[in-house]
């Protein structure tokens, strides 16, 4: 018995429906609690970021994890608890990651010797200082916001002169859906474990859209190959061929391209590990969508096109 990917549509539909209103709920939540639907980094708010961590090649020097109460009572004396973020980082919670409003180098070595006095020694190899702009960082959120969507628009372009608007109009719902159910993703990590999105973030959901169209293009290529050659007219035994065809290539595609990202996350470093998460979140989502969402969408609406031209 042939697996048939229409015949679950409802199924496929409800799960992505449940995804969707997930990631809004978890957005709004976060813009009442935060003011914003996921939590801004340094990038884009502008401000001062101060990462340490303990030196633990001293005696004695990291004998306890560290915890955001005790930091933040610490940067209440100084004068700068309001609008300013405290991480935990590190596997041992050996770690700080504070984001401040702007500082000068004084105020910057000021808050440095204080945290040393307080917490421990820092290990100098571990020290990471960034300072960006208010300006810098509204620049950088615009263009960030311009590229996903001049990406978009040029897909839609594309796949309307490759294929038809119909096509393109279903591609680009499976696009939002992966972008959307990301999104939400990291809103609920920046509500529960206080997670950032910077302009890697921005680069992950660019290249979530590459890849997520890359993969519908290909179904669609077989569908209209399919309908082209097939005896039959109807659709739904097309669709069901079409994912059939290329399922085999969709889920070989997507592991390759899932290993090294989740190598990345696994052993990358902090840089670079919710930005490999945003890609593989991405990527499970783009090789769903492609797979039952765009195929199965295109298929029950050229079913309602043909029932209205039957009609007419």
Same mark, same amino acid.
């Given at each position: 018995?042939?697996?048939?990917?229409?015949?679950?549509?409802?199924?496929?539909?409800? #799960?992505?429906?449940? @995804?969707? !209103?997930?990631?809004?709920? $978890?957005?709004?939540? %976060?813009? =009442?609690? &935060?003011?914003?639907? /996921?939590?801004?980094?340094?990038?884009?708010?502008?401000?001062?970021?101060?990462?340490?961590?303990?030196?633990?090649?001293?005696?004695?020097?990291?004998?306890?994890?560290?915890?955001?109460?005790?930091?933040?009572?610490?940067?209440?004396?100084?004068?700068?608890?309001?609008?300013?973020?405290?991480?935990?980082?590190?596997?041992?919670?050996?770690?700080?990651?504070?984001?401040?409003?702007?500082?000068?180098?004084?105020?910057?070595?000021?808050?440095?010797?204080?945290?040393?006095?307080?917490?421990?020694?820092?290990?100098?190899?571990?020290?990471?200082?960034?300072?960006?702009?208010?300006? #810098?960082?509204?620049? @950088?959120? !615009?263009?960030?916001?311009? $590229?996903?969507?001049? %990406?978009? =628009?040029? &897909?839609?372009?594309? /796949?309307?002169?490759?294929?038809?608007?119909?096509?393109?109009?279903?591609?680009?719902?499976?696009?939002?859906?992966?972008?959307?159910?990301?999104?939400?993703?990291?809103?609920?990590?920046?509500?529960?474990?206080?997670?950032?999105?910077?302009?890697?973030?921005?680069?992950?959901?660019?290249?979530?859209?590459?890849?997520?169209?890359?993969?519908?293009?290909?179904?669609?290529?077989?569908?209209?190959?399919?309908?082209?050659?097939?005896?039959?007219?109807?659709?739904?035994?097309?669709?069901?061929?079409?994912?059939?065809?290329?399922?085999?290539?969709?889920?070989?595609?997507?592991?390759?391209?899932?290993?090294?990202?989740?190598?990345?996350?696994?052993?990358?470093?902090?840089?670079?590990?919710?930005?490999?998460?945003?890609?593989?979140?991405?990527?499970?989502?783009?090789?769903?969508?492609?797979?039952?969402?765009?195929?199965?969408?295109?298929?029950?609406?050229?079913?309602?096109?043909?029932?209205?031209?039957?009609?007419?």
């Amino acid at each position: 018995m042939k697996f048939s990917v229409v015949k679950w549509e409802k199924i496929w539909w409800s #799960i992505s429906a449940i @995804l969707c !209103i997930g990631s809004v709920i $978890a957005m709004v939540i %976060s813009y =009442t609690s &935060i003011g914003t639907i /996921l939590r801004p980094s340094l990038d884009f708010v502008g401000g001062t970021r101060l990462q340490v961590e303990l030196d633990c090649t001293i005696a004695n020097n990291c004998d306890r994890p560290l915890t955001v109460n005790e930091v933040r009572e610490i940067l209440d004396s100084e004068n700068l608890g309001n609008n300013s973020s405290i991480q935990i980082v590190g596997k041992d919670q050996h770690g700080i990651s504070i984001r401040t409003k702007t500082l000068d180098v004084d105020e910057r070595t000021k808050l440095q010797q204080i945290l040393t006095e307080k917490i421990g020694i820092f290990d100098e190899k571990t020290i990471q200082i960034d300072t960006v702009g208010p300006t #810098i960082g509204k620049e @950088l959120f !615009i263009s960030g916001f311009l $590229a996903l969507i001049v %990406s978009f =628009t040029g &897909i839609i372009v594309y /796949l309307s002169f490759r294929f038809k608007t119909d096509y393109a109009i279903f591609a680009i719902i499976a696009l939002f859906h992966d972008v959307l159910v990301t999104t939400g993703v990291f809103a609920i990590l920046g509500l529960v474990g206080g997670v950032e999105v910077d302009t890697l973030f921005l680069v992950a959901l660019l290249t979530i859209t590459g890849f997520s169209v890359n993969d519908t293009v290909v179904i669609y290529d077989r569908i209209r190959e399919i309908a082209k050659e097939a005896n039959t007219q109807n659709i739904n035994e097309i669709v069901d061929q079409a994912v059939l065809q290329t399922l085999t290539r969709s889920i070989n595609t997507s592991l390759t391209t899932l290993l090294p990202v989740v190598a990345i996350f696994l052993f990358g470093g902090e840089t670079l590990k919710f930005f490999a998460l945003a890609l593989i979140v991405g990527f499970i989502c783009g090789a769903y969508s492609s797979i039952f969402i765009a195929s199965t969408l295109l298929g029950w609406w050229r079913k309602v096109s043909q029932k209205k031209a039957v009609t007419a």
